[in-house]
């Protein structure tokens, strides 16, 4: 069965300071990982997935991702952090049994303090 | 919120009534999905379609029905065995190699 864990509720960061939002998962062969994004009484946004490919993956508003198989992680990262990235991030991992569905992590909420 | 559209934002179910949550998309996508969301609990899968006039149970399907007459439109209905509705509903959908979900604003739900 896949899954994906998120283990900080809640990360508080200075503006201007990196910032890493932690993800582990599960799964039997090679995992499709997503990150999305929520703020206050909306729907989730994509930010960046990883398929296949280069470990690293960049994605929207400067956020990236360092997709990692010996850890089975897939921390969201910035290098400078906004007071505006304050939001509900989510990471989600896709059924691999066909129906192509999403499993997704708790959340952690971010904040940015100014 | 891309192409996809749920209404109301806001709806209040009194005890024993049945409330429909719409959702329309304008993407041409194939699958739709019907997401709970509660607080620290992430977001929990409770319908989806892949295809017009198919469906299949999530994991917490108890309580809830859905249709898809239309490939642009999966209501989900909370009906009355749903003990515990209140929750923020999402709706979502996906087009062909299925890797992104793209998501509606969702429906507050909250019992009167």
């Known amino acids: 069965a896949q899954s994906v864990a998120q283990p900080e509720d809640q990360v508080n960061v200075a503006e201007g300071n990196p910032l890493t939002v932690k993800c582990t998962y599960s799964?039997?062969?090679?995992?499709?990982l997503f990150w999305y994004v929520q703020y206050p009484n909306r729907g989730l946004q994509f930010l960046l997935k990883y398929i296949t490919g280069d470990n690293l993956v960049k994605g929207s508003y400067g956020f990236e991702a360092e997709f990692n198989k010996s850890q089975t992680s897939f921390h969201l990262k910035k290098p400078s952090a906004l007071v505006s990235d304050s939001a509900l991030y989510f990471c989600?991992?896709?059924?691999?049994?066909?129906?192509?569905?999403?499993?997704f992590g708790t959340g952690t909420r971010l904040t940015v303090i100014p | 919120d891309g192409g996809i559209t749920q209404s109301p934002k806001y709806l209040f179910r009194k005890e024993g009534q049945n409330v429909t949550l719409s959702c329309e998309q304008n993407l041409n996508h194939d699958a739709m999905y019907w997401y709970r969301q509660d607080p620290g609990q992430g977001l929990r899968l409770i319908y989806y379609?892949?295809?017009?006039?198919?469906?299949q149970k999530g994991d917490i399907a108890e309580g809830y029905s859905v249709s898809r007459e239309k490939k642009e439109s999966f209501p989900l209905t909370v009906t009355s065995a749903q003990k515990n509705p209140t929750a923020f509903y999402l709706c979502?959908?996906?087009?062909?190699?299925?890797?992104?979900?793209?998501f509606g604003a969702g429906t507050r739900l909250s019992v009167l």
């Open positions: 979502a959908s996906t087009g062909q190699g299925r890797n992104i979900q793209y």
């Open positions: 989600a991992v896709r059924d691999q049994t066909g129906a192509n569905n999403l499993f």
């Open positions: 799964v039997s062969g090679n995992p499709y």
């Open positions: 379609s892949q295809i017009v006039n198919d469906f």
